[in-house]
């Protein structure tokens, strides 16, 4: 007996979804196969958005629905273009309605099978033709997403060389408008810097900056030009600004650091001391270590400089965190004093200045590039090698992999490549960058990558007005439980977890491939219970999204007045107290192209991406299931009562953060 299946093909909303291309289906079932048949409706079938239903037919019924097939091919004289597939939805014979989710690119006589919604584990599977189908999907997947070493030393990435080798399924879906705007000459005209790009001359006054820099302000840039020189506001952006994550508690003087009591006697006052302050928790410490013998170049024919700073914090009785003794060298010395806010104001604004520049290439290299970006590359890698579509921490976690392969290209192109802007803008060069990240690698934890360890272990839990701390904690927590009741519905016992060879595959090559095997990470090799995949999990979600935010967003609001933020600097550090004028600042900054093209960098690395999807929403439905649509909602409405409370919090502040909105969150590194 005839049996009908009436099948619903949805095509994406973004632009250039739809296609002319003829489109194929086959129903493959436990009973057989239906024909290949063309679906048609005598119109144009797949507009962009557009849901058509269609008849399927076959001679019997096929049973157990297991997987769908489809295929493109070009149409007549027509040119080829791809095609994006959301949803097909089946109404089989016995009235049951079937999901099948797509949510990928097509290109020309590309066939793809897809397996229905149900998310299933490896052991749960019944039918050998959805085992073949699991592994033949990871076999294609490992030739497809291979690991490729970027630098020896660092972690591995995906051996795509440029973008477009990138299979379709995983590039922009704004391709070519992304592509134009990631490059320098675009931003500085979008920010009105153009004619300054060629300008290989020291800047030569303040007022010549102010002016230059006018036209790129915003509400915070405008508050940092004022206030740039202020201790107060150094020591807040060091907790609020886009780099809140070198600054720790000090509970004993470093050895190599020659401040003592008597110097800041006058400066903490005559009831205290610089030990006993230490004891009360109020003394913290950034120390730019990791900087020392990193090689640097010569830009405009000038040889480059950086310091290796130790930098000492004081939290006043008010609560205000001010910078009190910068040592610009690691090793005690005659030529290396330790400047104080006692001092001259050009000789302590200068020491302030070579901590500045330290901190933007940490910020940069350690931080930004290799713990959001690269981390995601692993992270995105691994899932695709060891978990199927159809595996429920896969459909967990695909929609925060979206577009990292392409925007990883891009920077590695465009920023950190022998031309890239970084390489030529930056003091260290693409070489130091690479010798930073290295050796910020060698002292990654799986500790510090976890917010509430990393807050602990630095000493952070009481430090005031600290609102990155605060915003984070309640993302933690969100993502965190949204994760456990998630992993709770497929993992209901430790044994589930331990019985799951493809994720133990998918932990053990993030550990090999991504942390290089180093046990000293204490990155799990293996998983052993469910609390720990939850917490691993959390941490993956949190980086890709709300940490890499916290790290991207306000790069420009608090660089795009470059001394507050300077990337190269041209005087060595000074070795004596006492001989700095405005000329010495002058000459010690940047020159003016040197200064406009890393604005820009920090322009394209700010921007609101143009299809951003925030933290918490999920427009493509990979489970199809009402109990963790239920527990999205959930976490939606908790993220969105989070961004207005931000909100109305902001508004007493002089000085708004804003980075760990959710609302203003990307749910994955895509910009």
Same mark, same amino acid.
């Given at each position: ?25 086959? #129903? ?33 019924? &096929? ?5 769908? %097939? ?5 149409? @007549?004289?027509?040119? $080829? ?67 490729? $070493? ?11 060389? $440029? ?83 070198? &600054? ?21 006052? !005559? ?6 302050? @230490? ?11 990791? /900087? ?5 170049? =010569?830009?405009?024919? *000038? ?17 205000? #965190? ?23 104001? #050009? ?39 060891? /978990? ?43 070489? !130091?960058?690479?010798? /930073? @990240? ?48 998630? =992993? ?33 990470? !204490? ?6 219970? *469910? ?28 660089? +795009? ?8 600097? %041209? ?27 890393? =604005? ?8 609101? +991406?143009?299809? /951003? *999807? ?12 009402? *109990?963790?649509?239920? @527990? ?7 993220? +969105? ?10 508004? %007493? ?19």
């Amino acid at each position: 007996m005839e049996a009908v299946y009436e099948v619903e093909v949805t095509t994406g909303f973004m632009t250039h979804a739809g296609t002319f291309d003829n489109i194929f289906i086959t #129903l493959i079932g436990t009973q057989g196969e239906s024909e290949r048949t063309r679906l048609d409706s005598y119109g144009r079938d797949f507009k962009t958005g557009m849901k058509v239903k269609y008849i399927v037919t076959t001679k019997f019924t &096929l049973a157990h629905l297991l997987l769908i %097939r489809l295929e493109k091919d070009q149409f @007549m004289f027509l040119p $080829e273009n791809d095609w994006f597939c959301s949803m097909i939805s089946v109404r089989t014979p016995e009235k049951d309605v079937i999901f099948f989710p797509c949510y990928r690119w097509m290109a020309d006589r590309e066939v793809v099978e897809l397996r229905e919604a149900k998310a299933m584990k490896i052991n749960e599977e019944k039918y050998s033709r959805l085992k073949q189908h699991r592994e033949n999907e990871l076999k294609l997947n490992k030739e497809l997403y291979q690991w490729s $070493e970027y630098e020896k030393g660092l972690p591995q990435c995906a051996g795509f060389q $440029e973008t477009p080798s990138l299979p379709s399924v995983v590039r922009f879906s704004f391709t070519k408008a992304m592509d134009s705007a990631f490059n320098s000459s675009t931003a500085l005209g979008e920010i009105k810097m153009k004619k300054l790009a060629n300008k290989s001359i020291p800047w030569a006054d303040i007022d010549e900056m102010k002016s230059a820099f006018w036209s790129t302000r915003t509400t915070i840039s405008e508050y940092v030009h004022q206030h740039w020189m202020d201790d107060d506001f150094f020591g807040y952006q060091l907790l609020n600004g886009p780099h809140p994550m070198m &600054l720790r508690r000090c509970t004993e003087r470093p050895s190599n650091f020659a401040v003592t009591d008597d110097m800041l006697q006058p400066i903490l006052g !005559g009831e205290t001391s610089l030990t006993l302050e @230490m004891k009360n928790g109020n003394i913290f410490l950034c120390d730019y270590r990791r /900087l020392v013998d990193l090689p640097t170049r =010569v830009i405009n024919g *000038v040889q480059q400089h950086i310091a290796a700073p130790l930098c000492l914090l004081y939290k006043n009785q008010v609560g205000k #965190l001010l910078p009190i003794a910068i040592q610009l060298k690691q090793q005690v010395s005659e030529g290396n004093p330790v400047f104080l806010p006692s001092d001259c104001e #050009l000789d302590w604004l200068l020491a302030k200045l070579y901590v500045r520049n330290a901190d933007c290439l940490e910020h940069q290299a350690s931080f930004y590039y290799l713990r959001s970006h690269l981390l995601a590359e692993v992270f995105t890698v691994a899932l695709l090698r060891n /978990l199927p579509a159809v595996h429920p921490i896969y459909k967990l976690l695909i929609p925060h992999t979206r577009y990292t392969f392409q925007i990883n290209a891009l920077i590695r192109d465009r920023l950190l490549g022998p031309e890239g802007l970084v390489t030529q803008n930056t003091s260290i060069g693409g070489e !130091g960058m690479c010798d /930073l @990240m290295k050796k910020a690698f060698t002292e990654l934890t799986y500790k510090s990558l976890c917010l509430p360890d990393d807050i602990s272990d630095r000493g952070l839990e009481s430090i005031p007005n600290f609102f990155y701390r605060e915003d984070g904690l309640k993302l933690w927590d969100f993502i965190n439980n949204f994760v456990r009741s998630v =992993v709770q519905l497929y993992y209901q016992s430790d044994g589930d977890v331990q019985q799951d060879s493809e994720l133990q595959d998918w932990i053990r090559e993030i550990f090999i491939q991504g942390f290089l095997g180093q046990i000293s990470t !204490g990155i799990p090799q293996c998983f052993i219970t *469910v609390d720990e995949l939850i917490k691993f999990i959390t941490m993956v979600i949190f980086t890709v999204s709300a940490q890499h935010s916290a790290l991207r967003a306000g790069q420009f609001d608090y660089s +795009s007045w470059f001394p507050n933020s300077p990337c190269s600097l %041209r005087k060595p550090p000074p070795t004596t107290k006492g001989s700095s004028d405005r000329n010495t600042l002058l000459d010690t900054l940047p020159d003016v192209n040197t200064s406009v093209n890393m =604005v820009s960098v920090f322009w394209l690395l700010s921007k609101t +991406s143009p299809d /951003l *999807v925030p933290l918490g929403q999920y427009p493509e439905d990979y489970f199809c299931q009402a *109990v963790v649509q239920k @527990m999205i909602k959930h976490h939606q409405a908790e993220l +969105s009562f989070m961004s207005e409370s931000i909100k109305d919090r902001n508004l %007493r502040l002089k000085v708004p953060y804003t980075y760990l909105c959710p609302d203003q969150i990307n749910n994955s590194v895509s910009i």
